[in-house]
C-alpha cells in the first residue's frame, strides 16, 4: 500500500492554474491509446509510452519503447528509474510534474483527469527544484544582504532594505530565481519570504546602528494577511528596539477595508509602512489617501534615466512628489545608479534614495 499521496502535476487543456492526476493504480500506463491511466494526446506519444509502477512504497517510471522517448528532468531515461518529488517528466513533449505529498491540504491545486497542454519539444513551463528548494527552506540555507537607503538631501544612510541570497549548491543565489521555482508550488513563497525576512532581521539585530530595517512581502501572503500580521507580531516581540518598515508591492495591495486593518495592526505593532514599487502597474491613489503609507517608494520604470526623460514625464513625476509630501508621506526613488538621476530626483524633492549608485546589497554585512 502507498503511505504517500503521488499526483502527476501540469497545466491542463484550457486551465491557467495547475492541477493534479491522482496517481493511484499500479501499472500506472500512460500514452495515447484510449484507457490510458494518463491518456497523452496528440501524436508524438506512442500508443503506450510509459509506465509507473509501485515497488516497496516507492515509484519507478519505465519507458516502454516509445518512439519519441521518456525524459526525466530532461535528460532521457532508457531503463527503469526511480521518481522524487518535484521531477520533471516528459513523454515526448508532454510535460508534467510528480508531486508527493503525505498530508492533504485544502490549497492543493484542482485535481481531475485531463490532458497536459502540447509544446514544441521540451517545454520548461515549469522550473526544476522544487526538491532542492524544499530542502533550503527547511535547512534555513539563505544568508542576508542589506541595501542602503540614504537621505536625499545629506546622502547619510537613513536605512537598509534587507534583501538575501539562497546557498543551495543545486540552486540558484538570486531570490527572484528562487521564488520563480517556489511560485509553482502552494505555499512555497510565503515560507520562502518568512525565511528571508527572519534571517535578515535576526542578522539586523547584531548590528550596531539606529536605522530602519524595510522588510519584504511575497504578494501570495496578502492573501493570509491575519497570518502575516502574526508573523509581524512574533518580530517584533523578539525585536522590541529594531525601526521596521514592511513593504508592501503596489500591486499586491488587497482590498481597501482589509488594507486599511493591516495598517492599524502595523501602527500598533510599531512597524511602519510602505508601498513598493509605487508606478509599476496602476497607481493605488486611492490607498495613498484611505490607508496611507509611511513611505512610497518610486518604481524605477519612474526615473530610472529621469535626466533624459521628457519633460512631461518629469513634470509628471515631480507632481507625484510634491502630491505625496503634501499628505505627510515620505518619498524614495529606487533604482539610481548615475550621478546625474541622483541630481535630478533631489531636485525633484524625493526625501530617499536607493540605488547602486550608493551601495549594492552586502551578504551579511552593512
Known sequence: MLHDTWYLEGYFSGDTVLSRLKINAFPFRIGREAGMAFMVPGSKASRLHAEITLQDDRLFLQDMDSTNGTYINRIEVK?????????????????????????????HPTVRHAA????????????????ELQELVHKKMIVPAFQPIVDAITEEIFAYEILGRGTHPSLPESPGLLFRI?????????????????????????????????????????RYARILLLQMERIRRENPDIALVLEIHEKAVPSLSDMKKICRELDGLNIKLAYDDFGAGQARFIELVEAPAHYLKFDMSLVRNIDKAEPAKRQMVKSLVTLSRNMGITTLAEGLERIEEVRECQSMGFDLIQGYYFGEPKTGEL
Open 182 to 222: 517556489a511560485e509553482s508550488v502552494s505555499s512555497l513563497p510565503m515560507h520562502l519570504s518568512q525565511l528571508f525576512r527572519d534571517i535578515g532581521i535576526a542578522t539586523a539585530a547584531t548590528f550596531d546602528t539606529k536605522a530602519a530595517f524595510f522588510m519584504n512581502v511575497h504578494p501570495d501572503e496578502l
Open 79 to 107: 531503463e527503469q528509474t526511480e521518481l522524487q518529488h518535484g521531477d520533471i517528466l516528459h513523454f515526448a513533449d508532454f510535460e508534467v510534474r510528480t508531486i508527493k505529498e503525505s498530508v492533504k491540504k485544502s490549497s
Open 116 to 131: 497536459i497542454i502540447a509544446e514544441s519539444a521540451l517545454s520548461k513551463k515549469m522550473p526544476a527544484g522544487i526538491r
